[in-house]
T-cell receptor, first 115, second 111 residues
Framework: DVKVTQSSRYLVKRTGEKVFLECVQD?????MFWYRQDPGLGLRLIYF???????EKGDIPEGYSVSREKKERFSLILESASTNQTSMYLC??????????????FGQGTRLTVV | QQQVKQSPQSLIVQKGGISIINCAYE??????FPWYQQFPGKGPALLIA?????SEKKEGRFTISFNKSAKQFSLHIMDSQPGDSATYFC??????????FGTGTSLTVIP
């Protein structure tokens, strides 16, 4: 059974803290993504990565950074958490189109509250 | 700028009825159009997907209709059931390397 695993389901952090959200996939996928989900706004792409040590900004990268040191792991970092970063964060992975299945697989999400 | 526009935002359907969710896109480079289903507390999961070389794809009670010239696609849920109550997202992708999602539709199927 394929899996994308996010390290925490719920997190509460204080304003100004540095926050790490971890994501691991076991499907040997090249692509990994971080989205945030807010009511009425859908899923918005924060960052994505095509390969180890590669990263590309998505639509809303401000206030975030990422790290991909190993193929299976993609970390999202909030350098200095703010209350407007309170949200549901979703990690996903996929294979490029050369393979048969281009489906994006999602983790269960991390609900982050910044107080 | 929203790459994929989805409507309606919410939908209430009677059990046994047909649920229809619509999406539109602008970028003709998109080559893969999946629909995702999300239950509360879970991540989205692929429901059904289509490529632009076909106009319709059916899997059980779920059908995607695709109109390439109008740059629109829709999800039809036939014989809607209370267990279909969830949030549905349409998406579009280029070569499976980046996915753009609609804003989601909250579907409630009432018994």
């Amino acid at each position: 059974d394929v899996k994308v695993t996010q390290s925490s389901r719920y997190l509460v952090k204080r304003t100004g803290e540095k926050v790490f959200l971890e994501c691991v996939q076991d499907m040997d996928h090249e692509n990994m993504f971080w989205y945030r989900q807010d009511p009425g706004l859908g899923l918005r792409l924060i960052y994505f990565s095509y390969d180890v040590k590669m990263k590309e900004k998505g639509d809303i990268p401000e206030g975030y950074s990422v790290s991909r040191e190993k193929k299976e792991r993609f970390s999202l970092i909030l350098e200095s958490a703010s209350t407007n970063q309170t949200s549901m964060y979703l990690c996903a992975s996929s294979s490029p189109a050369q393979s048969a299945n281009t489906e994006a697989f999602f983790g269960q999400g991390t609900r982050l509250t910044v107080v | 700028q929203q790459q994929v526009k989805q409507s309606p935002q919410s939908l209430i359907v009677q059990k046994g009825g047909i649920s229809i969710i619509n999406c539109a896109y602008e970028n003709t480079a998109f080559d893969y159009f999946p629909w995702y289903q999300q239950f509360p507390g879970k991540g989205p999961a692929l429901l059904i997907a289509i490529r632009p070389d076909v106009s319709e794809k059916k899997e059980g009670r779920f059908t995607i209709s695709f109109n390439k010239s109008a740059k629109q696609f829709s999800l039809h849920i036939m014989d809607s059931q209370p267990g279909d109550s969830a949030t549905y997202f349409c998406a579009a992708s280029i070569f499976g390397n980046q996915f753009y999602f609609g804003t989601g539709t909250s579907l409630t199927v009432i018994p």
